[in-house]
């Protein structure tokens, strides 16, 4: 076995226990390191050598250190927390203002009541920042890049911090169209199945007895689309998942129930319209239509933003290859 040399990069971490727990079980999150920068990192009571050319070297003390000081601050350390520090650039420096969002060294934190949620990429945090600071955002990309799970992390804490009443989730039950009567069960059960990327984000963020709570007392809703018809959302965090299968006169209608000290999020991947064929898209118009008017954002993302298995990044790219060859 190599030992560290004067050209290795030495780290001296001085809380054992710690250190432990920045190695990982069976020192996986330095061979999860390793593997990423063509390094090898060997360790020695409380310190870690690292072996390789010398910008791996840099990088890969810069991502231990940084890990090693979110486990100071009380945080863990998972395989996401890895890819993260791999991901992003170095921080900026955080406004005074911003509703208790920002971590140490400006990092974008979403406080809820199970998890501590922060982004994964550069466009992850803009689209953070962009939920915080407008009224209307639209968070556009492929899927597994976080539109929704972060809108829905962002409204979970915007209500705790009392910034809202009550969260509405909606989305299209295109697939269904209008012939859900047919469907087995109560109207709960036969919309339950398109709402259930809602249910599983809000059990991500909220123990299951406060959020069967507020469910029952309606500070939490969840419902299709056409449900949103005739009312006035007034100080609610409303989120709009899978917007590219809502038509024209929908968009109009879900962007017109904006009330009184409301906030509002349309999530949808271009990508996956399941309209009929020569049905507009409502999201394609709204892009069209709105892009200019302020505080309104726009917020793009692309296979590099994909937080989901290493090979969805890939098909992904596959497939937007594909559609650009006409294939």
């Given at each position: 076995?190599?030992?560290?040399?004067l050209s290795d990069a030495v780290l001296e971490f001085p809380d054992n226990r710690l250190l432990i727990?920045?190695?990982?079980?069976?020192?996986?999150?330095?061979?999860?390191?390793?593997?990423?920068l063509g390094v090898q990192i060997l360790r020695r009571g409380n310190v870690l050598a690292v072996h390789?050319?010398?910008?791996?070297?840099?990088?890969?003390?810069?991502?231990?250190?940084?890990?090693?000081?979110?486990?100071?601050?009380?945080?863990?350390?998972?395989?996401?927390?890895?890819?993260?520090?791999?991901?992003?650039?170095?921080?900026?420096?955080?406004?005074?203002?911003?509703?208790?969002?920002?971590?140490?060294?400006?990092?974008?934190?979403?406080?809820?009541?199970?998890?501590?949620?922060?982004?994964?990429?550069?466009?992850?945090?803009?689209?953070?920042?962009?939920?915080?600071?407008?009224?209307?955002?639209?968070?556009?990309?492929?899927?597994?890049?976080?539109?929704?799970?972060?809108?829905?992390?962002?409204?979970?804490?915007?209500?705790?911090?009392?910034?809202?009443?009550?969260?509405?989730?909606?989305?299209?039950?295109?697939?269904?169209?209008?012939?859900?009567?047919?469907?087995?069960?109560?109207?709960?059960?036969?919309?339950?199945?398109?709402?259930?990327?809602?249910?599983?984000?809000?059990?991500?963020?909220?123990?299951?007895?406060?959020?069967?709570?507020?469910?029952?007392?309606?500070?939490?809703?969840?419902?299709?689309?056409?449900?949103?018809?005739?009312?006035?959302?007034?100080?609610?965090?409303?989120?709009?998942?899978?917007?590219?299968?809502?038509?024209?006169?929908?968009?109009?209608?879900?962007?017109?129930?904006?009330?009184?000290?409301?906030?509002?999020?349309?999530?949808?991947?271009?990508?996956?319209?399941?309209?009929?064929?020569?049905?507009?898209?409502?999201?394609?118009?709204?892009?069209?239509?709105?892009?200019?008017?302020?505080?309104?954002?726009?917020?793009?993302?692309?296979?590099?933003?994909?937080?989901?298995?290493?090979?969805?990044?890939?098909?992904?790219?596959?497939?937007?290859?594909?559609?650009?060859?006409?294939?």
């Amino acid at each position: 076995m190599s030992t560290a040399t004067l050209s290795d990069a030495v780290l001296e971490f001085p809380d054992n226990r710690l250190l432990i727990e920045l190695c990982g079980e069976f020192d996986k999150n330095l061979t999860d390191i390793e593997a990423r920068l063509g390094v090898q990192i060997l360790r020695r009571g409380n310190v870690l050598a690292v072996h390789g050319e010398p910008a791996a070297q840099e990088e890969a003390s810069d991502v231990l250190h940084a890990l090693y000081q979110r486990l100071e601050q009380g945080k863990t350390v998972s395989g996401g927390d890895i890819d993260r520090e791999f991901r992003m650039s170095a921080p900026a420096e955080a406004p005074a203002d911003q509703l208790d969002m920002f971590g140490a060294e400006g990092r974008v934190e979403i406080k809820t009541r199970k998890k501590l949620v922060e982004p994964r990429t550069e466009a992850q945090k803009d689209y953070v920042r962009a939920l915080y600071e407008n009224e209307l955002a639209f968070g556009i990309g492929p899927a597994g890049t976080g539109k929704t799970y972060l809108a829905v992390a962002v409204g979970v804490n915007m209500f705790l911090q009392g910034h809202v009443d009550k969260i509405i989730l909606s989305r299209p039950a295109v697939e269904a169209g209008e012939r859900l009567g047919f469907l087995p069960g109560d109207m709960k059960e036969k919309v339950d199945p398109y709402m259930q990327p809602l249910y599983d984000a809000l059990n991500d963020f909220l123990p299951g007895k406060q959020l069967a709570r507020m469910m029952e007392e309606k500070t939490v809703e969840i419902a299709p689309l056409a449900f949103m018809r005739g009312r006035t959302l007034s100080h609610a965090f409303v989120v709009l998942d899978e917007a590219q299968n809502a038509t024209s006169m929908q968009m109009k209608m879900f962007l017109t129930r904006l009330g009184e000290g409301s906030r509002m999020v349309v999530t949808g991947d271009r990508s996956q319209v399941d309209l009929p064929r020569g049905v507009q898209s409502g999201l394609k118009d709204a892009e069209r239509l709105l892009s200019s008017i302020d505080r309104i954002s726009f917020n793009y993302f692309t296979a590099r933003d994909v937080v989901r298995h290493p090979l969805v990044a890939k098909i992904i790219d596959a497939y937007d290859k594909d559609a650009e060859q006409g294939g």
